[in-house]
């Protein structure tokens, strides 16, 4: 009786597929996948690869984005189930509104949104990039969506004020200051790592505010051997992998955890390889208008 895993690989082969996985994926399932990285990584890694079908290891608006990038590709997500509630939280029709009320604006939006909001869009932006895109737009107003706090962290750098649109990562949100400090109380001599989406008083504990690429490269390169780590528990996984001489503690293996990122299993992977679902496709309007706001934000 073969393994999950051989059937996999076996199904792989057969399909000309590639098995791409965002860091907050569950240990089996980032270990199985070709490549691991945050949701811009593996969009713009999908559509460089020969392969033609993409099975894509995270939540629906990344695959959105691969397919919206590899129009000529199949993206397949094992379980089209796996949402995000910030990208849920603004949709195309709230954004109009929006744009209504400040008709001399941009709209900068996080890639954490759907394919209809980046339709609406002047430009994206991922959590790394954020300050150089909103920086690039000049001395004119901007409305942010759907990040509150990532607009927040932005606009302090830049010294602006945004306006911004009240959507949150549930995840991040459940990350408290007072757990970063007690933290820091056990390992006094750990970096504190946080994710941007985090809310002020856990960003303003933070030696260093990274995407989760960000993370991971930071924590290669520094000299430091221990790390406490603000986001969500799945990146320990890669972070683990990628240093093992150095030691990593989540903030809360308990609150950081998105149930969404969870849903991908082994078991899926192996039945959207063997039925060739859950084919993700935007309609080809939304994707026209949708594909510039993102190719404006990569021509930085």
């Excluded at 406490?228 to 992998?241: F, P, S, W």
């Excluded at 030691?247 to 390889?273: G, H, Q």
Aim: proline share 4%; charged share 25%.
């Amino acid at each position: 009786m073969k393994t999950i895993e051989e059937q996999i690989q076996e199904l792989k082969v057969k399909r000309g597929a590639v098995i791409i996985a965002h860091n907050y994926q569950i240990d089996e399932v980032q270990a199985i996948a070709d490549f691991t990285g945050d949701s811009l990584e593996l969009s713009r890694k999908a559509a460089q690869l020969s392969e033609e079908v993409v099975v894509f290891c995270g939540v629906h608006f990344m695959a959105e984005t691969a397919a919206i990038l590899s129009p000529e590709k199949t993206i397949l997500i094992p379980d089209p189930d796996a949402g995000c509630p910030m990208a849920d939280m603004v949709n195309a029709e709230q954004l109009r509104e929006l744009k209504a009320k400040h008709p001399g604006a941009k709209v900068v939006c996080y890639v954490n949104s759907s394919a209809d909001v980046k339709a609406e869009s002047d430009i994206c932006c991922t959590s790394s990039n954020a300050v150089k895109v909103c920086e690039s737009l000049g001395d004119v107003e901007i409305i942010f969506v759907p990040d509150r706090n990532l607009g927040a962290f932005v606009a302090k750098k830049l010294g602006k004020e945004f306006i911004l649109y009240n959507g949150f990562c549930p995840t991040h949100e459940r990350i408290r200051d007072i757990d970063v400090l007690a933290m820091k109380e056990a390992h006094p001599n750990a970096l504190v790592l946080a994710h941007p989406e985090c809310n002020q008083p856990v960003r303003d504990l933070a030696d260093e505010l990274l995407s989760t690429g960000q993370m991971c490269h930071y924590a290669t390169a520094s000299a430091a051997k221990e790390f406490i780590i603000a986001t969500e528990v799945g990146i320990n996984y890669r972070l683990r992998t990628e240093n093992p001489d150095k030691l990593f503690y989540s903030v809360s293996e308990d609150r950081a955890v998105c149930p969404n990122m969870k849903k991908i299993t082994m078991e899926k992977i192996l039945w959207s390889l063997q039925d060739m679902k859950e084919r993700v496709i935007v309609p080809a309007d939304v994707a026209a208008r949708a594909v510039g706001c993102i190719e404006r934000m990569l021509e930085l």
